[in-house]
T-cell receptor
């Protein structure tokens, strides 16, 4: 069966610090991978998606970036965090249906 | 692009039925999904319906699709306190991308 992992589960970072969130998928090959952000009490905003290794599409211009160094690994990064980067970050994978990881709650102070 | 809309909030009593509604704009949407998000957790896929279907039933869940009106609903029979969560509707567009509604917060009163 397929599983999706995200870490860390929670993170508190100061403004201006770097960020690296990791997502890995098991039990499937060549999935589409996604990063979403959910601001407090709001819906989901698609940040990045990837259809293969090294292929990243950005949906929203921002100070975040994504990379896919391996087929089942998707990384969300920032060189300098902003207060507005606080939120709940969800990784997802899909073939037909889309399945979500447990999320990372990021608080930028 | 696709626009998916949901009401923000629904409150029901335990044992009653809940109906969560969703509208979408892209008539070429092939699959429509319902996800559940419990506090502090990721999204759990509840059910989905293919666009050539009118109805899908899965235990306490019934999904109705009115393709003409681009209206989707999720009915939860015999709603329990454990059903309290945020429910997201999502539609797949021609590029196989999901567009999510803003979520409906369901509160179940004992």
């Amino acid at each position: 069966s397929q599983t999706i992992h995200q870490w860390p589960a929670t993170l508190v970072q100061p403004v201006g610090s770097p960020l690296s969130l990791e997502c890995t998928v098991e039990g499937t090959s060549n999935p589409n991978l996604y990063w979403y952000r959910q601001a407090a009490g709001r819906g989901l905003q698609l940040l990045f998606y990837s259809v293969g290794i090294g292929q990243i599409s950005s949906e929203v211009p921002q100070n975040l970036s994504a990379s896919r160094p391996q087929d089942r690994q998707f990384i969300l990064s920032s060189k300098k965090l902003l207060l507005s980067d606080s939120g709940f970050y969800l990784c997802a994978w899909s073939t037909n249906e889309q399945f979500f990881g447990p999320g990372t709650r990021l608080t930028v102070l | 692009g696709e626009d998916v809309e949901q009401s923000l909030f629904l409150s029901v009593r335990e044992g009653d039925s809940s109906v969560i509604n969703c509208t979408y704009t892209d008539s070429s949407s092939t699959y429509l999904y319902w996800y559940k998000q419990e506090p502090g957790a990721g999204l759990q896929l509840l059910t989905y319906i293919f666009s050539n279907m009118d109805m899908k039933q899965d235990q306490r869940l019934t999904v109705l699709l009115n393709k003409k009106d681009k209206h989707l609903s999720l009915r939860i029979a015999d709603t329990q306190t454990g059903d309290s969560a945020i429910y997201f509707c999502a539609a797949v567009n021609a590029g196989n991308m999901l567009t999510f509604g803003g979520g409906t917060r369901l509160m179940v009163k004992p």
